[in-house]
């Protein structure tokens, strides 16, 4: 039984980050006057989706604002690095 509630869990997890990762494409998207491909192409070539992901559970209480400029942030990293 505890197996199933695990699992459920584990689910609602990957579900809440899948929408996370939606917002953040869209709001990338309209910041940047972007269409969704474009802009998904843009946060997956420069790992992102990987970052947002792996720290949902901190990101996701943030705004939309800081949100953006973190994604800024992390973007022109890699591009120095580059990634």
Avoid: P
Wanted: charged fraction near 30%; hydrophobic fraction near 35%; glycine fraction near 6%.
């Amino acid at each position: 039984m505890q197996q199933i509630f695990k699992n459920r869990r584990m689910d609602n997890t990957l579900q809440d980050t899948a929408y996370f990762l939606s917002f953040c494409i869209e709001q990338y998207k309209n910041e940047k006057h972007l269409t969704g491909k474009e802009a998904a192409e843009v946060l997956g070539r420069y790992g992102v989706l990987d970052y947002l992901a792996a720290h949902y559970g901190t990101l996701h209480t943030q705004s939309r604002q800081w949100l953006m400029e973190d994604i800024e942030e992390f973007i022109s990293s890699r591009r120095k690095e580059g990634a």
